[in-house]
């Protein structure tokens, strides 16, 4: 098993494994199409982390984000907006309620202070269904740390408040402590914080 940071030519079967990994999830929702041009902002952005565990060669499982949270979503929108819209607008066109929730999904309703804002944030981790159990959540985590902690202090990321107790222990045992609770788009969401060990 061996851990190292994405190219763009593993882009689309990145986005596989999302599609396959978060099925009835929001952003899937969007596409296939979408989640390519999403990861492809991430990749190319000079603060995005993306990182894959490899079994053989094959990708089993990656984590992105990004070396400081201060802007970083907003402005992959920006960069992207014409790529990510088109490639989503048959989503769109069939339900507009969508373009709303995907500003809403990237932005949380509470500003918070320099040591989540100024530091690097987690915004997903993604295994191959047929993989888990196997660990590998931890392993592709612990590389993102890696990575994260050489640029920043401290580590967030978000995660829904209500009937999410697997992601929520995940967490909280890999040594992620309850930060705050506030609404993203009405929904309850936990943020959680990891600070950097000297």
Do not use: W
């Amino acid at each position: 098993m061996v851990s190292r940071l994405l190219t763009t030519k593993e882009i689309r079967r990145a986005s596989q494994l999302h599609f396959e990994a978060f099925s009835g999830f929001f952003l899937t929702s969007l596409g296939k199409s979408f989640l390519r041009a999403f990861y492809k902002g991430i990749l190319e952005h000079p603060d995005g982390i993306a990182v894959g565990l490899f079994d053989n060669g094959h990708l089993v499982a990656f984590a992105v984000g990004t070396k400081c949270k201060n802007g970083f979503y907003s402005d992959i929108l920006r960069k992207k907006v014409i790529s990510m819209s088109v490639a989503a607008m048959p989503k769109l066109i069939s339900s507009p309620s969508k373009v709303l929730r995907l500003f809403n999904s990237l932005k949380s309703s509470k500003r918070f202070g320099k040591d989540i804002m100024d530091n690097a944030s987690l915004l997903s981790i993604c295994v191959c269904p047929r993989e888990r159990g196997k660990g590998l959540g931890a392993k592709v985590l612990k590389a993102f740390e890696e990575i994260a902690f050489r640029d920043s202090d401290a580590i967030s990321l978000t995660t829904d408040f209500m009937d999410n107790d697997y992601v929520n222990n995940f967490y909280q045992t890999n040594q992620y402590e309850l930060y705050d609770v506030f609404l993203q788009d009405q929904r309850k969401m936990n943020l959680y914080l990891k600070k950097r060990r000297n």
